[in-house]
């Protein structure tokens, strides 16, 4: 191609050359032309009008080849005037002519009067032509050594010409001469040059676009060529590699130009795979001759795609395959289409599911335990509420959502309300108290969840019965249940705080221990009820002794402790003599007449004690003393009362050389299903057999191996023990039961607590489940990061947790959420009275709904009465022990009571009779 346009392009120079040539050649022999016919005219005119009569001058002197009489004359004036002949008059003109522009013209004749009109060899040449009948002569000669374009035509003898020249001989018609015009061809020359030159450098910046446009395009050709190549690569890629199934078909027409059939084309291996037909089997047969079972709709509406152009997209579903597929039908081409076979089985699944997912949803959110509202996230609106809302704020959910979180939601909680609007994150509100119509109030804890942008849920969980529960409970945190007085806790807190007023003012005060003497005869006597309300009625009596400022605490049992700021020696003596006067007074309880003095222990600050534990313990052991001397007596704290802490030092070291000698026992107490009286499990107690003093029980020695490390291995002792007796009850195979062992709360302080029980469970080969601790309301106050994550741990390896004696002490909902505990005990001092008070029944009822409301199974201990059963069973409780069962027992004797127990009814408690005890 480049070849052919340089060719063209040197073909059009030559031609725009040549013809630039001729027009230069053309130019030139114009104005030769013009030059003669100038002399042709000045001739004529001169001849036509006889000649011109001009002075002789230097110039124009008289012409000597001119030979008529009237050639020169005198004119008037005197001036000798001359005949100016054409002849003359055109050779004037032609020097002036060669001055101005070197144009040469020259009269020339083969027979010439003068000399000077004698012609040149050209002219010689050209005349001699002009006789052979040549009427023209044009050439490019050298003259004078410079290049003439040379024009020459002849002179024919006219009639007027023969008044000069009829003596040379010629006749009209004859050729007597020419006139020949020799023009410069430098001018013209240069002028070819210089258009030659234009025409190069055009024509070439011409050859130079074109050949570059020739390379552009060739090399725009080769990228189209090569984008095609990629396309069509491409294609076949996506053919072959497509998700989908592809099939091309052309339509088959009969003679009025109906659909009668369509022919396979092309197929793609996805196609193959979904229909199970192979391309070299189908390609260019019809569809009626591999299907023939076709129906005529696919036929007409593929038909119409083809002809008409206008696509179709349907669902459809090959149910010999089980699969959902979405069909496109296109017109690729005429009488062509083309289907796109996108299996959407997976979608259609996951839109079934949708459908199934927003069913169960609606369902959960209708009858979700927990009101749950659908927020507007910029407006505050609600969008929709469920039956639980309904209940929660006392209107209907058509009402609620033509309503805002500000019409409902109190001031206060308003701009915590803004902040979980502009939270992407879940934001607990906390406690919200929503007003009903008719005035009532409902607590929530409320948990907003944002679900985009736009949207969030409101999630309210209604706790106002858990916050009354809460608030019994918390009261019981620091009052006792049985009297109302302070407990240790609250004890605690305020002589604290007296100690250190005290400090700051230089004051004393004084604590005094006290004890009821011979209690525990009146409670074994006449039972834990009559004990209970002497217990109330020395409360009573104690509070109304003393002054307003003196704080009177129960601590357990029948041990009472009475802080009196500002209070010394004489003070303190004056309080106790009041005490003791007062309590020799006896308490009627039940139509009894009931005696019960006090053993009264005094330490006063700040010489027997600077802080509240040292008191206590030096007031605690004054009122040993003060039991030791007789009872019904007070004693101030003095340093040789350390023997007491000496008897304690023996009985720890003896109880040190029990757990090396094998002196501790396990004793079972078994816990029934109150339903239907099933024994589910048993707490194991620990007993002490000491070889002299006999069978020691737990009150005597726990408090020395608390006060010491020995608390610590007693459990683990006990833990061991426990792992050895479920080993053979299942070698004696007894279906398994889930034994409670109680632990003290520095032994979940261990860290490494949750690794030997790992260890035990492995050496044993017990089951974990087998397995519960137990753990004091003391141990929740303890709990801190390392002791929750190891009571976590224990619960992750399948371990039970249960508090034990709950209510007793300081637990408050927010250390009951975050424990991985799985049942709470009621404490028996709640179970003793409740056939009698209506108070301790509603404690009872509150911690059996807030277990059941944490999802923790609850356990009643201490029952000892069959209306004590009933009414556990009336109010929900799971799980019972007590007298009413069973005594603690050894493992010998549990077996001889478990048998006998499982051989009888369950419908109804039962006496057993073990080793002539009735139990």
Known sequence: MAVVWTLLIFGLMLWQSYDNWMSTWRTAKGQAEESYRRDILYRRWVTLHGGVYVP?????????????????????????????????????????????????????????????????????????????????????????????????????????????HAEQGYREGNIRGGISVSLPWRPYRQAFFHQAAMTVTGYSLLWGLGVLGLAWTRRRLGEELVERQQAEQQYQLLFREMLDGFALHDILLNASGQPIDYRFLAVNPVFERLTGLRAEAILGQTVLSVMPDTGRYWIETYGRVALTGEPVLFENYAQEIGRYFEVTAFRPAPRQFACIFADITARKQAERALKESEARYRMLFDRAYDAIFLVEKPTGRYRAANQAAERLTGRSAAEIVTLTTADLTPAGARERLAQAT????????????????????????????????????????????????????????????????????????????????????????????LDLDRFKDINDALGHTIGDQLLIGVAARLRNLLRTEDTVCRLGGDEFVVLLPGAGEAGALHVTDKLLSAFRQPFVVARHSLHATLSIGIALYPQDGANFDELMKNADTAMYQAKQEGRNHRVFYASEMNVAGVERLVLETELRQALATGQLRAYYQPKLRLTDGVLVGVEALVRWQHPERGLIPPFQFIPVAEASDLIVALGSWMLDEVSRQLVAWRIAGWPSLRVAVNLAARHFRDPTLAAQLERLI????????VLELELTESTLLETGAKTLETLQTIRRHGIGLAIDDFGTGYSSLSYLKRLPVTALKIDQSFVRDLERDAEDRVLAATIVALGHGLGLQVVAEGVETEQQRRILLEQGCDLAQGYLFSHPLPADDFAVWRAKWEATPASCPVEVIVNGRMD
């Open 56 to 164: 002789i001058t230097e110039h124009t002197p008289p012409n000597p080849y001119l030979q008529v009489p009237e050639r020169d004359f005198a004119a008037p004036s005197g001036k000798t005037l001359t005949l100016i002949n054409p002849a003359y008059m055109t050779r004037q003109v032609h020097e002036l002519a060669m001055a101005i522009d070197g144009t040469q013209a020259h009269i020339t004749s083969l027979n010439p009067i003068r000399p000077g009109n004698a012609p040149d060899a050209w002219e010689q040449q050209t005349l001699r032509a002009f006789e052979q009948g040549q009427t023209e002569q044009v050439s490019l000669e050298t003259l004078n050594g410079a290049s003439y374009l040379r024009f020459m035509r002849p002179m024919i003898t006219e009639k007027n010409c023969l008044k000069c």
């Open 422 to 513: 502009d939270s992407t994150d879940g934001f607990s509100f906390g406690e919200v108290h929503y007003v009903q119509p008719n005035g009532s109030k409902r607590t929530a804890w409320l948990t907003a969840v944002p679900i985009n942008d736009r949207l969030m849920f409101g999630i309210a969980r209604d706790i106002t019965e858990v916050k009354a529960a809460e608030q019994i409970i918390e009261h019981l945190a620091y009052f006792d249940a049985l009297t109302d007085l302070p407990n240790r806790t609250l004890f605690a807190q305020r002589a604290e705080l007296a100690l250190a007023l005290a400090a700051r003012r230089h004051e004393a005060l004084a604590i005094l221990f």
């Open 762 to 769: 492995r050496r044993h080969d017990v089951s974990p489940g």
